[in-house]
């Protein structure tokens, strides 16, 4: 569908790639599995997509919340070229009504005006190129929902020899899960729970889209995977549920997708909550490598033997870390230094990036100064 020539696009709006027109003369998008059903004029859940005319358009496209160079352990993402930096923006709105959202002032946002930081997939590539960065982060907000601009960035990095990274709830359907993932090189997918009643009451969303959105990656594409699990004390920590997001990680994916449990911290609506103990997330690491997962990592804990790579085969340190830092590399290419076992993931021929744990606010376009480029 093409615009309406009646109906002008508003200031940062672009026709959306996902919808169809139905007989009773709503118009439908069918980015996620919500299948929003919309009349003129009206937004879906995520606020950002509207119906005009007979489109669906994005109205956030070329606005950001800002962007800041990472490290790339920090979407998490440890098995992707260790120690590099990455250039992190997101949008506003989001598919999800998570009651736990740690970036709810971003993506529960519901004026994409409230965005400043205007952008366009060049210039986005183009900083991250000139700071030094190996690849692009959509992250803060859930990339699904702001997919044309992540897509057009994604190929506007490729085209500088830059990868693009996806932080996302992998809450997409159909053609759009394969649109938007044959853009991206690496994808860290929020596994919230296994539990679709959490899924259900927390999250305003269903579980098996994101599972098969997990499934599609692992077996369809050559996106590297990792996954994430935020545990929230008395919601989705017990030991049951742990051995069984456990067990389909390993049954579906296979042992060797790294999974993150990190620990949350009490925020927007679910603020009665305490933080996740340091033990929870250990013991959940601990539950999860006796199943059978080879890469396992605790997060937003102080816990160097947690956020470290060993060797599957003879058990060897690979990556030290503290935190987003990383202590000591002991890889040769992808191998252990001691037994020669190939460690699953991306890694620079020239070992690790040094950008340690800092945090780099830029604009867009933006050069590094010579004090922030080191």
């Known amino acids: 569908m093409s615009a309406s020539p009646h109906r002008p ?3 940062g709006a672009v026709t959306g790639r996902w919808h169809c ?9 069918t980015l996620c599995p ?6 003129d004029e009206q937004r879906g859940f995520c606020f950002v997509r509207q119906r005009l005319g007979d489109d669906i358009v994005l109205t956030s496209y070329g606005r950001a919340s800002g962007f800041c160079i990472d490290p790339i352990e920090k979407k998490p993402l440890n098995h992707f070229f260790p120690g590099s930096r990455v250039l992190s923006f997101g949008t506003a709105g989001c598919n999800l009504g998570c009651k736990f959202c740690q970036n709810w002032d971003i993506s529960k946002a519901r004026d994409a005006d409230r965005l400043a930081t205007t952008c366009d997939p060049e210039s986005i590539a ?3 190129r000139a700071w030094g960065c190996r690849s692009v982060a959509f992250t803060y907000n859930d990339p699904v929902i702001f997919a044309e601009l992540a897509i057009d960035t994604a190929r506007a990095c490729r085209a500088v020899g830059l990868a693009s990274v996806a932080v996302t709830a992998g809450y997409i359907d159909g053609q759009a899960r394969r649109d938007f993932f044959g853009a991206m090189d690496a994808a860290n997918v929020d596994l919230k729970s296994f539990n679709s009643e959490f899924y259900r009451s927390l999250c305003a969303a269903r579980l098996e889209p994101v599972l098969d959105t997990l499934r599609y990656l692992k077996h369809e594409t050559d996106v590297w995977l990792e996954v994430t699990t935020l545990l929230i004390p008395g919601h989705n920590d017990s030991d049951e549920e742990i051995a069984r997001l456990s067990e389909f990680v390993l049954r579906e994916l296979g042992p060797d997708v790294p999974l993150h449990f990190t620990a949350f911290h009490p925020d927007y609506q679910l603020r009665d909550r305490e933080r996740t103990p340091a033990r929870t997330c250990i013991l959940a690491r601990d539950r999860a490598r006796e199943i059978g997962l080879r890469y396992v990592y605790t997060g937003n804990i102080s816990d160097r033997s947690g956020q470290s790579t060993r060797c599957a085969s003879c058990s060897a340190a690979l ?3 503290d935190g987003y830092a990383i202590l000591g590399w002991h890889l040769v290419g992808d191998r252990c230094s001691e037994c020669a076992t190939a460690l699953p993931g991306r890694f620079a021929p020239d070992g690790p990036g040094r950008f340690g744990a800092r945090r780099i606010a830029v604009q867009v376009p933006s050069a590094p100064s010579e004090v922030g480029a080191k």
């Not at 919500?34 to 009349?39: D, F, M, N, P, Y």
């Open 9 to 11: 696009l508003p200031h």
């Open 319 to 321: 990556i030290e870390r």
């Open 126 to 128: 183009e900083t991250a």
């Open 34 to 39: 919500r299948r929003c059903r919309l009349k």
């Open 21 to 29: 027109q139905l007989d009773d003369g709503r118009v439908e998008c």
